[in-house]
Structures are given as structure tokens and as C-alpha cells.
């Protein structure tokens, strides 16, 4: 489920921590971390799936509340329970992956005050109108009904990014990504395929990229870095002031590019310049397309590289 991509972003994230602070931590310390902040992205996917069954719970408090307050009304005698009914929330609830992961890591979003701002956002939106007023539902259109109200109102909520942010500082960085394995999970689930979660890794090799990737670069970053000061147009750019970030990617797109003889060199060029573009300066995408391009073909023509 944590792909290379979030790992790529992992790695340089953590190597521009490590390398600015080095002198006060060791490398096995950063290893460590690197490892807790790749957890922690896991652990937003089973909390995404959390939250969800607890706005469900928040709401049918709620209904439950109405119905036995002084003088409810018919409505709030008789609810429609649809949103409390949904078949996908029952599935989570006893899903063995998930209450397998939360007794050893417990999670709980019930007490938090921007819930109920978010439980009213949910039921104001059209998705819940549209849901609540169906005839009749499926499996299918209930989950369909969680990916909409994910999608369109809890993911594009910019509060809800504060929110995360505030619950844990690896969240908000990894909502991007993780939102997407859960919208995957939900579609799988919906199409019929086994109610299974996504493991954390796809196999073993991915879950040694980030390790592996990191000490390559740490460890031969005096070497990348003269390869790339070579390449530098000093016509164009004051090697000086190259941004630190900048010369971070393309460290470990070097790193990559050597010694993971299976990931095709279009790969990590393309993956390291999305990262630059996101991560480091306007101009930083194609600075670091420069550079590699450079690189590559050097490399190539001292048959560093051999790979395509």
C-alpha cells in the first residue's frame, strides 16, 4: 500500500532533516525515523477507515438523543437510518484486518470537536440528500456514497488538513497519497473482491526501498555530488546557490538510478522531477531535468548505466 512514490518522498524528506541536522543525531537515528514517519502514513489509512465508522456512531447518538428528548417530533421518532444502516460501515466494523490493527495500535476520533462540524457538513451535502432519498440501496451504492462523501466532502475540506495536522505532524503530508489506497479499498470491496485492507508493503523488496535508498544516498552523496556540480551550467546557475533541496533529489535520484538495476531509468527521472516541482522551488523541476539528463547520458556512455 506505501508504494514507492510515498517512499521517494519519505526518503528526501528525511534526508534533508538528517543532512541539516546531523551533527546533533546519528544515521541510525534517522533510519529510525524514517521508518516511525512511513508507520505513521500507514497508520492514517486504518484511521481514514476510523473515522468513518465513528461519524457513523456520532450520528446515530444523535438520532437516538432526538428520539427520546421531551416532545420529539414524528420525524425524530421514526429517523431514517439509512446512514446509520450503511452496509460498508457495518463491514469495517467487523472487518478482522482492521480490529487486528487497532488492538495494537488503538484509534479514535470521538471526542473531537471538528467531528460534529464535519458530520454537519455530510449530512448539508447533496451526496447524503441524494443517498438518504434512494428507494432502496446495495452494497454498491453504499459504499459508492462513502468514496463521494470521502472525495467531495471530507478530503476537499480545507480544514479538515488542519485537522490532521494537528492530530499528527506525518498526517497532513501523506493525506494525498493515502486517500487514494483508501478510495481503492472501497472500490475493491465494492466490485466484489475480498474484504481484505492493504498490507503495508507490496513485498519485501519495497519494504527495504526506503533503508536501502537512504543509506546509498548518505553514503555516497560527497560522489554524487561532485557528478553533479560537473554538469551544472554555470552560465545559468551559481553553483553556490543551487537549493539545498534541489541537490537533495537529485543525490538520490543518482542513488536510485545506480543501484536499483530493475526500476527503468524513465521511472525515477520522471518521479524525481514531480518531486522538485512539489517540493523545492519554481524553477526546481527543470533545474533537476537538466541535470539528470545530463547525467544519464554521461553514465550511459561510461556504461555506469546500463539499464534502460
Known sequence: ?????????????????????????????????????????????????????????????????????????????????????????????????????LKENPISWQDDVYLHILLDKITQSEYYTEYMSLEKTTFEIDCEFWRNILKKVIFSDDDFSEFLESKSVYWNDDLVSISTFLLKTIKRWADGEKQKLMPMYKDEEDSNFA???????????????????????????????VAFMDRIILDCGIAELLNFKKIPTTVTLNEYIDIAKYYSTNKSGTFVNGIFDSIIKYLKKEKTLTKE
Open 1 to 101: 500500500m506505501i508504494n514507492r512514490v510515498l517512499i521517494r518522498i519519505k526518503v528526501v524528506q528525511m534526508l534533508y532533516s538528517y543532512l541539516l541536522t546531523q551533527k546533533e543525531r546519528s544515521l541510525i537515528d534517522a533510519k529510525e525515523e524514517l521508518q516511525v514517519s512511513l508507520s505513521k502514513a500507514y497508520e492514517l489509512y486504518h484511521a481514514l477507515l476510523v473515522l468513518m465508522i465513528d461519524l457513523t456512531r456520532m450520528q446515530e447518538l444523535k438520532l437516538d438523543y432526538a428520539k427520546n428528548k421531551y416532545l420529539p417530533t414524528d420525524e425524530e421518532k421514526n429517523p431514517n437510518t439509512r446512514f446509520i444502516d450503511n452496509r460498508l460501515i457495518e463491514a469495517l466494523r467487523n472487518n478482522e484486518d482492521l480490529n487486528g490493527y
Open 211 to 241: 533503508e536501502t535508498l537512504f543509506s546509498f544516498t548518505v553514503n555516497n552523496k560527497e560522489e554524487y555530488d561532485k557528478l553533479i556540480d560537473r554538469f551544472i551550467n554555470t552560465d545559468s546557475w551559481d553553483v553556490e546557490r
